[in-house]
């Protein structure tokens, strides 16, 4: 089944706040196999919306609209629908005695702008509100179902949760769903899409879902199914194919970030890590220590971001800054070998490279980093390039170092 | 004028993730008087994109339409927008030189996928796009505008700043708007808001906008009047008044962040800084060194995340480690001094905490953070408590030890 939700205020179409009551309730959805396919923000306009709330009930069977039921001629919501389904609006002198009776209790008096709240589109059910005065509406519609909800968070998920689900289960034919979480580094999202969208395109159940951030691809897989072992089988088998297309590029099955991935291997094996960072100035570590406990893996490191500092914090020989510079490859395994000494660290990773926007160093184009990685059994660098600017320059050289490490100790 | 925002992509949908491209959309209208009367949030779906495309055509004057225009098949704004106007899409020999040559200089081969980015809807023109493949779209359709720009951030903003912005101000009857950006450190938002809501609330015009951060209160101004020097008038004044009631709180009048601020102090007075960073991990360095050119003052410093770093790095007495705890005055001090002295730098800042969720040191709370300043005339150390949670606590440790830094510097 598929829904639509309508979050509805003006403050919601500003630069500072927009709607967020749609990810609880898509996630609320979603648990039951409905499908949210499209989500609509609009102000206080009664037309505008009544207009979107009659698009809406054409396309799909469950329209949740939230927000807009409150006091004041602002709020549009009751009348908006009342005209989009063409009822009336009627008064309930029993919901206008509950609304009466919170204020008493408060030791306040219900003002006469309250009395909005107390009218009910025709062929409405109430859904009561424990958290406010604004009660929700349940609509049967040809067709469909509509629902009305408050719009403030501790108004609406408990309306939500109590009263609107065990009627939506009710109507609802439940099927059992299973899900796979990979993450991938190292590869793009285009070339991993090449890659796998044969394989997972001919497939409409399970669903296939690919996130992308600096460096990293998450691959999401949900199947709904009668029953448990069809959706598990379901996804077992596409997610079987992805897996042995993309082999170990893929580093995490359960959407662990890098960081846990790499931190749960050394944590086991009693290793640590230590760092060197120059062009990065403590991203890499502040993204490992990000992580609580990692503590028990994580040493500590070196920001050597000044040249001279190179020299001073770690030792390096000034010939060779001066010889190669300070972006190479002799800098980064000597960065790197010095930081394990120092350090007694397992492994240390290093990066030093020209995050731009301009180069500071001759003959180095913004965005080249070499990494490098000092084990037991000696040390390595790597060269990389970058695109796109400081920032993702950076969280690239970050996200790769930490891959590094990661085929290292697979 | 009004507006509609499309944002296109299944992921928009899903629990996890929502359009936030409208909202710094909305702020670059609203600039230019423009207001945003309803945004949509459509899946992959080109039927359903090509319809609501239409719909919104029939409403207001302007649209713009954010993702769907990767390589793969599931980007179907280009082929959903010539369906809405019913125009054709023609291949463009140019862009797909472009994107091939974008491809050759990263050493790599253009996809046979990235084709499809080469598609124009008939009669548009290409908004070039420096940060990715996927260049955007411009439309003048009967009664409107229509605009396809790329969903990833880094990649929409230029492209609607630096070739959108232009044509739309061309086509907008423009008032004088004329702003004032304030930044306020080592207060909170309610606080603040107590303080100087009597003085703006009076206010329509200029419009105030707060919004806070970790540990940062921005403040925003804009003023809009027939005239520049109108406008200039009513925001000078307002400001004027803010200013008086917050003083040295300020640290920003032009909206650069405490950094910048820092930095552009150190630099103009030829001095440098380095960190030793304990339970931050690297975030203040990190920080420190998204400004390009932090080179020119920032040196680089110490991640003694595990204990025994802080004495084989910085060469703390163990005794005053098990005598004080790393949580502590005397470490913190003595961390500060220590970077001070080992990097050479003017000042050194330190810190070192209990991050959480768990406390990790005997007798201190989660939250709980020393922070150390060491300078050429003698050391310091204060002791703060943050709260909700690890990563809370360490943006607001970064922030309160640049702001420690900033009040010794004025």
């Not at 009263?163 to 999202?189: D, S, T, Y």
């Not at 926007?357 to 390595?380: C, F, H, K, N, R």
Request: with cysteine.
């Amino acid at each position: 089944m598929n829904a639509e939700i309508i979050a509805i205020g003006s403050e919601l179409l500003t630069p500072e706040r927009t709607d967020t009551n749609s990810l609880w309730l898509t996630a609320q959805l979603n648990e039951l196999g409905i499908e949210v396919t499209q989500k609509l923000i609009v102000g206080d306009d009664r037309d505008r919306l009544a207009t979107a709330i009659a698009a809406s009930l054409g396309r799909v069977p469950l329209l949740i609209l939230t927000g807009g039921l409150g006091p004041t001629e602002d709020d549009v919501t009751r009348d908006a629908v009342a005209q989009a389904l063409q009822r009336r609006l009627l008064f309930s002198q029993t919901i206008c005695d509950e609304i009466d009776a919170r204020f008493a209790r408060a030791g306040r008096k219900m003002a006469e702008i309250n009395k909005r709240q107390a009218f009910v589109v025709e062929g409405a059910d109430k859904l009561s509100n424990p958290n406010g005065t604004a009660p929700g509406l349940w609509l049967d519609v040809p067709g469909g179902m509509l629902m009305l909800l408050p719009g403030p968070p501790r108004e609406m998920m408990p309306m939500f949760s109590d009263l609107c689900l065990p009627l939506l289960r009710a109507r609802v034919p439940q099927l059992a769903i299973r899900k796979r979480f990979f993450r991938v580094a190292g590869m793009g999202e285009s070339d991993l899409d090449a890659l796998i969208a044969p394989i997972y395109k001919p497939y409409t159940n399970p669903v296939t879902t690919i996130l992308a951030a600096e460096g990293d691809v998450q691959i999401h897989l949900r199947a709904r199914c009668e029953s448990e072992e069809a959706a598990e089988t379901l996804v077992e088998e596409l997610g079987g194919k992805i897996l042995a297309t993309l082999g170990a590029r893929v580093y995490s099955l359960n959407g662990d970030p890098l960081e846990t991935v790499v931190g749960h291997i050394l944590r086991d094996r009693k290793e640590t890590l230590a760092v060197a960072e120059s062009c990065t100035g403590g991203m890499l570590g502040a993204r490992i220590t990000d992580v609580p406990g990692s503590s028990a893996w994580f040493l500590g490191g070196f920001q050597v971001y000044a040249a001279e500092m190179k020299a001073r914090l770690l030792g390096l020989d000034q010939k060779t800054l001066d010889e190669h510079g300070a972006v190479s490859e002799a800098v980064a395994k000597a960065m790197a070998d010095s930081t394990r000494d120092r350090t007694g660290a397992t492994y240390a990773l290093s990066i030093t490279g020209e995050a731009g926007p301009e180069s500071q160093t001759p003959g180095i184009e913004p965005g080249a980093v070499w990494i490098g990685l000092a084990t037991p059994s000696g040390v390595d660098a790597k060269m990389f390039r970058f695109f796109s600017g400081r920032n993702r320059v950076r969280k690239m050289a970050v996200q790769t170092a930490l891959n590094l490490l990661r085929f290292r100790l697979s």
